[in-house]
Structure formats: C-alpha cells, structure tokens
C-alpha cells in the first residue's frame, strides 16, 4: 500500500505514534487540555495531557472520588498530582508540568488505551507518571486506581528528593459537594494511619483511600494545610517548606497528600505506587494496598488491562493507503466507541457528570460502534434501556447508571410540552437489529425485560410497542409528532397543539420499519413483514407527498403546522438531515435522493464538514426555541455537527458515491486535522460539534470524546466505504470506496470467525466478484462456514 505516513496527525503538539499505540503530546500547553479516560466503565476518570482530571465509581454523580473545577481558571485543576521537591536547594516542580509552571527541561504525555503516562525531567532528575485502573471484576468491594511514579537522577551526584502528592476529594454526591457547602463541609472528614488517609463521614460506610506501596515520612490530609493562606497550587506552602501537617482533616476539604524521601544515588531509579479507591467495607483496603505495593502485582496489572483493550481493538483492523483514516479504524475510533458505550454524554471535559446521565437516545445508538466486538456488552446497555420504556411505547430520555433512575431530561424544564421525544424509542429497534444481525442471537427477542409502569415482556414485544408509540402519535399530515424534540435536542417545534411534525423522525421509523420487515422475513412472521413493509410504504408516500420542497426535503412542521426547511426562508432554509436520512430511510426515489444530497452538498459543505442547516437563526425564534439560542454558526444552529456529517458519508455511499463518502469522512477526520491552533480539541476524537461558516471560529471543535460522531463514523467507514456488514445470513463485503484506492485489507471477527478480506479495484464502479477460500461465489455476501471455521480468506475484486 503507497504513501502511509508514518505519523498520523503530525501537528504543533503531538502525534500519534502507531507502534506504541499512543497519542503522544509533546508540549503541555494544548490549545484545551487534551483528555484520556482511566477505567473501563465503572470505576475510573478523565486525565488531562497535565494530569487534571479527576475519578469516580460507576456514577460521577452519584460517587464522586476527587473533584475537578470545570470551566475555571486555572483550567483544569485539579488532578492527580505528585510534586517533587530537592531537599538541598529548596527547588520544586511538577513532572506532568502542573499545577506548578516551572518549566522542565523535558515534557511527554503518551494517552492509551485507558491509561496515561506524563513523563518531565528537571534539572537531572527524570521522572514519570502512569496512570490507570486495574481490571477488576464486577464486584470488586474495593476498586482503585494507580499512579505508578517512577524518578531517576540522571545526574552525576547523589541527590537528596521530597515528593508529595496531591488529590482533592469530594463529597460521594457531587451536586451535595458543590452546592451545600455547609453541610458538606462539616460531614466529610480524613485521618491517616499506618500510611493510608482515609475519607469519609460517620453516616455511611463509604470510604475513599489513598496509599503508597512505600511507608510514607509524612502525609497531609486537610486542603488548608497544605496550600496555606492565599496561595494555590503553584506553591503550596506544605511543598514550599518541604514540611508535611502530619494532621487529620476534621471538616472542610480533604486532599490525599502523602510524603516521601528518595534519596537518590547517580543513575538510581525508585518507584512509588500511589493507590487510590472507594470502598464499603473498610476490610478490603488493607488487601488492595498490600496487593499494589507489590511491583509484579502492579506490572501485571498493567499487562492484564492492555491485553483486555488488544483484545477489544484485534476484531476488526484495516489497512487501506489513508494512514489517518487506519490509526482512526484501527485505534482511536474504537477506543472512543468503547468510552461513548461507557459514559454516554455523562461525563467529559464539557459535561460535568452531575446532570445529565446516560442517554437513551445516545446510549441506544453508542451500541452500533461497539457490536462487532463486545456484543454482549451491547446487549446488556440495550436490556437496560429497554427498562427504561413505558407501556405506551415511549422511552425515559435519560438514566443514571448506578440507581436506574430515568427522567425526562430537557423536557423536565418544559412541562407544559411534551415530556416525550419522537425518536428515542426508535433507536432501540435500530440497534436490536443491528446486535442480531451481528450475533445472529435470535433468542435476545424472547428476553424479558420491565417495563418502568408495566411488567416484563419480551424484547420482540418491546419494539411492537415502540413502533405503536409512534403510530399513535402522528400529526396532520401522518408524520409522526415531534415530541419535545427529535435527534435535534434544539428542534423544540412541539407545543402541544398537535401539529408539529418531524420529517426527519419519519425516515427514521421508516427505517426502523425495514429492519423490523427484514427481521420479521427472518424468524418466519410474513404477516408482521408484510405490516412493517406497508408502515413503510405509507410513511415513505406521506413524506414524499407533504415534505419535498423541490430540491430538498424539509425539516419539520411547525406548531402551526407551518413547514421549516424550505427555499426562501430567511433561516433554516435547508436542513441536511432529512436529505440523508432519505437515503437511509429508503423514502426518496432514485432521481430525489440524488437531488436531496446534492442540495446539501452544494448549500451546506464546507472545508471542514458539512453544517447542519443553513442559513442559522440570529435571535430567538419561538418557533424552534431551542436552536435559536445560540449564535449563528454554533452547534445546531448552523455549526458542522459531526454525528451527522456520519450519516451523510452513509448515504453517499449508499447511493455509491465512494469519492464523496471518503470527502465528507476526511473533511471531519480528527487526525487529518493537524492545525490545532485553529481546531483546539483532542486530534484523536471526534468532536461533537465544529463551529460553522457563519461562526468568527470556523473550523473550531468543542465537546471532545462523548458523541454520536464515533459509532456512527465507525459504521460509516466500515460498513458503507469499507462496505463489510454484518447480514442475518452472512458478512456482505461491498464497498464504495473512493476511486484513487486501488484496494484495502481487512481482518474482521464475525460469529467466531476470522474474515481475511482482501479488496482490490480493477474497475471505476462498485461491482463486486468474490471469492472464498479460493472459491468463486456469487453476489457479495460471504457464504456462513461451518460452525468452528476459524478463517476465511476473501478476496475481492471491485470493478
Ligand atoms: C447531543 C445530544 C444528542 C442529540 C444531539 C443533537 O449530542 O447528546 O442526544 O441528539 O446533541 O441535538
């Protein structure tokens, strides 16, 4: 394969490295703080490239370790921090290069897959921080995470050290934490004995812990102390004197700060493991603290958790002649699809962990990027958001992990609209589908699941009542109503007088109708196929009877029943998803769907993605609320809101238009973006949002990690461009690739079999011939093997 560069998004910070399988940042002064996540969904955090960030146990709401100062100066404070001090001259410094700002004479930070290494050298002393969480199982009484801290005197004399590390914890209720200061402020209390400071308050058994794997020479426990009267973290006064309280924390805020002296021989390394965790049951943490204080249990640890995320990432790898476009494949698009299935919207650096909770909508389609390798992970997220529906077919918008409760979200602020939205529920039929045409587990319809006011029934019934959610709910013209909102949190058109409809949810059910058709065909339900197949047929003619504007589709009606997203119109003249969607819905006939997206293509793509609307609102607008807030250019108002230029890469290569596909995947491929000045986020996710032509920051990103953009992008690049997706009765391999590759290579886990698909393009077109194992086979599905094959070798020839 030509012209593989060695470095994928090469730029003014970092790049990353594809041997290592990290990104690594080579300056501390990101444009914002570049995150990572430690812990694989329960306990865990963010860690910034300058070790901010902070820790949580399965609900950063509900059980919050250590705190973080979102949106504060300085940003990203505070963290998981050791200073170290040289006893003989006073001197002090931070290897991860804050919270002090000394500069070090050498700065890295590598982020992989759930953990970070910050190594910074100074004036001969070389020194380095890996952060992570071991695997542990489900019901861990006392899980933890570790800072392993290594230094090394680089110099040629003996050197005389103090370190001192730094976290700040929280009350368990994070909201408690920050808004009841004096209640929570005279509850929450520390000490440290034998080495260990333990947190927590006389009511609950909770503790958090933090340890060493050496005996501390001192320790502080209460926040004050350490930082000393007006001054902050550059220079606490317990590092500046080099004196430790060796005090409780009776009340206020309590930091995990134990002490250290290395003594440090020329060339001398010395390793301290910090421990740090929750836990119920006292008992226990004198076993993990012993536990980690062992190197080999520590080495092994970090052994067990990179072979877990090897393991993750070794189900589906590709190599095609785009090096950005395989790291994104290969790693950080998996990556991030694993921490989207993880924490939804919930926590992030842009989200706080205190609101919101995981979304169904989100949630629901998180699953999608994740089936092909942890489908009973998949499987369990859908099960619990199928908890979260109601008898009438409707869903919660949203849950909180831990407690399961479900709430309505933003709809919660408007009572007097509708408390439901049009399109959650239909994810969830989107998804099963997808994880039975993955797994073939047909047996995951006859589940019983509750529901929150009805008892259980089966996944199949589930759907039933979701599709009659929406049937029982259609506005004037068959569409279905527009709930609160639908995919577009800020579309807020519904109020209640029955007329607001959402043209964009009616392609989504209709393509929720073709999978439940296709379904139905599967196991045997002709008459069920034949219903879905007319449910689509008749929502299909209703939009193309009452929503083609000419050119494009439209949006939605309003509660007047007045139509948005049509030509002419001062704002919101043309919205770019009805027009993909009538593609991925199957609703616009050939001529329509070839003129709906290249409507969008010629009004709303740019160099950096392709705007969701044009032109923004400038001012409020009852009519859409919602969108109509922000300024013009940003987030859904006008802005590239990248979870749906995903799905205008699906519909171009649907329609197999390899060229376009790959240029809208390129266009808003993080690691293709190498100017960080100008784009400020992480270059190994996918942002939320990119702000648009008609914002003073076009081609800014904001809301880094927590986005639709990386399941969908995943299915996007994999299933349309790469063309390999799972069927009901086989792997089909048909790409729309673009024309300039002259082929790609894949390796692709599927039903317990390795695929080994070779791609190559003797011809202009999307033709595809194939053959298996050296067997020429009609069409592009691949036949199943016999149960236990463990490979098939698939060549194929596109022409
Ligand atoms: C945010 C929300 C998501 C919504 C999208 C578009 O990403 O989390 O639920 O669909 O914005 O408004």
Known sequence: ?????????????????????????????????????IGEGRYGGIVSNTGGGFSFDRDPRNRRVSRYRYNAIPVDQPGRYVYLRDQET????????????????????????????????????AAEILYFVPLSPVDEPAPCELWVLKVRNDGSTPR???SFSYVEFSLADANNDLNNLDWAQHIVFSSCEDGVIRVGTKFNPLNYFFASSETPTGYTCDREDFVGRGRDLTDPIVVETGTPSNAPSPRGNSVGSLTHDLDLAPGEERQIVFIMGATERAAEIGRVVARYSQPAEVASAFQALRDDWDAYLSRFTVETPDADTNAMINFWNQVQCRTTLYWSR?????????????????????????????????????????????????????????????GPGLAGEYPKWPQWFSDDHLWLIISVCAYLRETGSLDYLDQKVAYVDHAEESVWEHMLRAV????????????????????????????????????????????????????????????????????????????NEHAWDGAWYMRSFDDDGLPIGIAGAAHHAIDLIPQSWSVLGKVAPPA??????????????????????????????????????????????????????????????????????????RQILPLARTDSDLYKVEPYTY?????????????????????????????????????????????????????????????????????????????????????????????????PPPPGTAAVIVEVVVA
Request: charged residues 20%.
């Open 1 to 37: 394969m030509t012209d593989v560069k060695a470095r994928p998004g090469s730029n003014a910070y970092g790049y990353f490295d594809v041997a290592a399988r990290e990104y690594v940042i080579t300056r501390p002064d990101t444009p914002t703080p570049w995150l990572n996540y």
């Open 90 to 125: 006073g001197e002090f410094w931070s290897p991860t290069a804050r919270p002090t700002r000394v500069e070090l004479d050498s700065y890295e930070c590598r982020h992989g897959t759930a953990y970070t290494r910050i190594s910074g050298s100074f004036e001969g002393i």
């Open 160 to 162: 005389k050290l103090r």
């Open 346 to 406: 919930f926590v992030s650096g842009y989200e706080t962990g205190l609101g919101r909770g995981m979304g169904t909508r989100d949630s629901g389609q998180d699953t999608l990027g994740t089936m092909h390798t942890v489908p009973e992970h998949a499987r369990r997220m859908l099960t619990t958001i199928w908890t979260m529906q109601f008898a009438d077919g409707h869903t919660w918008h949203q849950f909180f992990p831990l407690t399961l409760e479900g």
């Open 468 to 543: 009659d959610f929406t049937l029982s709910h259609l506005g004037p013209h068959g569409l279905p109503r527009s709930g609160f909102s639908d995919w577009n949190d800020t579309l807020d058109v519904d109020h209640g007088s029955g007329k607001a409809e959402s043209v964009w949810t009616a392609m989504q059910f209709c393509k929720a109708m073709l999978d439940l058709a296709e379904l139905s065909e599967k196991i045997d339900r002709p008459a069920d196929a034949a219903r879905f197949a007319g449910l689509h047929e008749t929502m299909a003619a209703a939009i």
């Open 592 to 665: 329509r769907a070839e003129q709906a997206m290249a409507s969008a293509d010629e009004k709303l793509n740019t160099r950096y993605g392709i705007a969701l609307m044009w032109p923004p609102y400038d001012g409020a607008d009852p009519r859409v609320a919602g969108m109509a807030t922000y300024v013009p250019g940003a987030k859904e108002n006008g802005g590239i809101f990248c979870h749906a230029n995903a799905w205008s890469i699906v519909a171009a290569a649907m329609l197999g238009h390899g060229d376009q596909a790959y240029k809208y995947y």
């Open 687 to 783: 942002p939320q949002n990119i702000c648009g032509p008609a914002h003073p920051s076009f081609g800014m990103a904001r809301n880094a990690w927590l986005t639709g953009t990386a399941s969908w992008t995943f299915v996007a690049a994999t299933q349309w461009i790469l063309g390999i997706r799972p069927t009901y009765d086989g792997l089909r391999v048909a790409p729309a690739m673009p024309s300039g590759w002259q082929g790609f290579k894949a390796h692709r886990e599927y039903r317990g079999t390795a695929y080994e698909i070779s791609v190559r393009r003797e011809g202009p077109g999307n033709t595809v011939a194939m053959i298996v194992d050296g067997v020429a086979v009609p069409g592009d599905v691949v036949p």
